[in-house]
């Protein structure tokens, strides 16, 4: 009888050290669960704080052919935007990179870029073409914000009866700061400042890297390639930025500004004979059949000093038309003419 006594006192024990320890674990628990739930409520309130937010575009107007000048307005958001349609490829380039969830409709009906194929998944909505948006399909998506540029300003105004719309496109007079701007509206809008920051100091080394490249050369021209035709660009136009920000010298100023550059005879690039000519394929980022290499490379461009040294850059299309004013496209391209000029 002892035995048992003995037995039950020790089991006894035993069972009560078991549910003390269970209650150890179970308090361990609750305050791990508590300090997340913490830390989750302390990032949310940090985002929080920063909203309401008013946000300006990233310039005042544009000029368009169908609707005339465009006015860009402030946009005020009362909350972090949870869905986004995302037109311009710069800017969803930025988005990306930055890690922001959220974007719910792109426009798959134009060339994606290699880099954010990503984006053609079903997952997300096709919102048209870069020039032409589905306005219904845009509708029912029911997004927090639009972000336009320059190919969507057309329907500025129709895109605001559906949700606020921002316009972040970048600026030909001012390319480089209007994409920095671009990127500074994003890291803003979803606390992604310490991103921006990373990526901005690889652009400080990158364009240390062309700056001393480009001091190797005397004279340079940016060209379009656009089904056997050629356009020219000067300082003061959309690849200004080139000569600009990274140090290339223009061969000559005397070309008018477009958009799609001024019609440049391979005559014309044989009689200003730069020492690098950089050329980029329009008609492969359109989805078209391209002989760049063929058409360019006649008996009149194997005159030039560019050719001889071979020093014809031909540039990624897409990249460089449609997608430039993101932070991984930009970075990209500095990459692709060190590359092509090491």
């Known amino acids: 009888m002892k035995k048992w006594r003995n037995f039950y006192a020790v089991f006894a ?14 308090e361990v628990n609750n305050e791990a669960a508590e300090t997340e739930e913490k830390e989750v409520e302390t990032t949310s309130n940090a985002q929080d704080s920063t909203y309401p937010m008013t946000v300006s575009p990233t310039i005042a107007s544009t000029e368009t052919e169908e609707a005339g000048q465009v006015l860009f307005e402030d946009v005020t958001f009362e909350s972090m935007p949870k869905k986004m349609v995302v037109f311009d490829y710069g800017f969803l380039d930025t988005l990306d990179a930055l890690g922001v969830e959220g974007v719910v409709g792109v426009p798959k009906d134009s060339t994606l870029p290699a880099h954010l194929e990503k984006y053609a998944h079903d997952e997300y909505v096709n919102v048209g073409s870069l020039k032409e948006p589905l306005l219904e399909d845009i509708a029912e998506i029911g997004p927090d914000v639009i972000f336009i540029s320059a190919r969507q300003a ?18 030909q007079d001012d390319y480089w700061n209007t994409f920095l701007a671009s990127v500074d509206i994003a890291a803003k809008m979803f606390g992604k400042e310490a991103e921006a920051d990373e990526y901005k100091g690889k652009f400080d080394e990158a364009l240390e890297k062309i700056n001393a490249l480009a001091s190797n050369y005397e004279t ?92 014809i850059v031909y540039l990624d299309g897409p990249l460089w038309y449609l997608s430039g004013g993101g932070l991984q496209s930009e970075l990209a391209k500095i990459e692709e003419i060190l590359a092509e000029l090491k």
């Open 220 to 311: 340079s021209l940016v060209t379009m390639y656009n089904e056997g035709k050629l356009s020219g660009f000067a300082t003061n136009s959309r690849f200004g930025y080139v000569y600009d920000t990274y140090g290339f010298k223009p061969v000559t100023e005397d070309i008018e500004a477009s958009t799609h550059g001024s019609n440049f005879g391979f005559e014309a690039i044989l009689k200003f004979n730069p020492q690098v000519l950089f050329v980029i394929d329009r008609t492969a980022a359109v989805g078209g059949t391209s002989n760049i290499q063929k058409d360019l490379e006649n008996e009149i461009i194997k005159k030039t000093e560019a050719y001889k040294n071979n020093r």
């Open 13 to 26: 024990i035993a069972l009560a050290l078991l549910l003390a320890g269970c209650g150890s674990a179970k």
């Open 154 to 171: 057309t329907f500025y105004e129709q895109l605001k009866e559906i949700a606020p719309v921002l316009y972040i496109g970048t600026s």
